[in-house]
């Protein structure tokens, strides 16, 4: 007699679709983007309609509860472990909320996919490889519970063990869904900047992909560190940027770091680029006056610049359709300098593909989830031909 929860898990698996809510919060500790899609099939055969989205905003508190934590050198156990329930319960509150407003019953929801929060990523290619391990936080069985609604959680462990970065993760899911007739890049321009690289159809050659470095991450503590009265505490629309000047000795300092010089692929995080990698560089530059508005155009300049290199150094640009997503595609200091630095290229929004930039990260979570449920897996990637699913599965009884 087949167990009553494998057999749900059958089930699940033999519908020819799936209603599945995908759960991102990003290095960026803005908020929680809940996407509802509508997902059928897996493999190649994957088709996502994107039902309903919206993010929830992170109130200040809970903020600056968040940051205690993420991306700390040393921070207490006890905050650590009794976060990961605190999290979990607080994704609850939203994900049932933004339902109710829906007007859609938890009960016709398959299955939730929870990215949960990074709170330190630590991969190979981190350190000099001295480590190899991440850590999300947003316990999937607290999920489950709260809403009553089967949890896929914890994604980035699998991949890591399978001889993976543990990010970016996009690339799995884009594969399945953007593929066209011409080659095409998939840029992500969140906390971290990263990328997918898409053969055409019917193409033998590989899927090239990795983060090429800091974008939102840092603009955003530069604006809470000079400019901590504005409501918004994020540069809107590069207006601040747009003040400034780049300051040539602060970019070159920052520009020197081994991480832009290793090959793709390769994973990074606020660990890497944070206050400590910001602070060197101020204090480098600091026989030269260094307005707030000076380092928001030196910190642009910095990720359009990594951002361009990482992709040139992948292969030819020139009219290759790049399709941008994430918070910084709102950025228009960013995206103008990025036209400029990549010539020929075609820079687009991903809403061109039926995804809005700030759903697309939510939406592959639940993409990679349906797979864990319903398909063959990913390929492994250190080579070994298995397959593999991302996450791990929770019941809520």
Sequence with gaps: MTPPRIARLGALAARPERAIVGLMSGTSLDGLDIALCRVRGHGESTAVALEHFVTRSYDPEQQARLREVVSQERVSLRDLTVLNAWLADLHAGLVLGALAEWGVPPARVDALASHGQTV????????????????????????????????????????????????????????????????RILLNLGGIANFTWLPPKGSAAPIRHGDTGPANTLLDRAVRRYFPDRQRLYDVDGALAAQGRVHARMLALMKDHAYFRLPCPKSTGPETFGEDYLETALLGAQHEP????????????????????????????????????????????LMRELEALLPGAVLADSAALGVPPDAKEALLFAVLANETLAGAGFPAADGSGRRIGFGKVSFPD
Excluded at 128 to 141: E, K, N, P, R, V
Excluded at 303 to 309: F, I, L, W
Excluded at 311 to 317: C, H, I, W, Y
Excluded at 324 to 329: H, P
Aim: glycine residues 16%; neutral net charge; without cysteine.
């Design 120 to 183: 330190y990523h630590a991969p190979g290619s981190w350190g000099g490889g001295a480590a190899h391990a991440t850590l999300q936080l947003g316990d999937g069985d607290h999920l489950a519970v709260r809403t009553g609604i089967l949890t896929v959680s914890d994604f980035r462990q699998k991949e890591l063990a399978g001889g993976g970065q543990g990010a970016p993760l996009a690339p799995y899911a884009d594969a399945l869904l953007f593929r066209g007739d011409r080659p």
């Design 290 to 333: 260094v307005r707030g508005p000076d380092v928001l155009a030196t910190l642009t300049r910095l990720t359009a610049e990594t951002v361009a290199e990482a992709l040139l150094r992948e292969g030819q640009v020139a009219g290759v359709e790049v399709f941008v997503s994430g918070g910084g595609r709102h950025n228009r200091t």
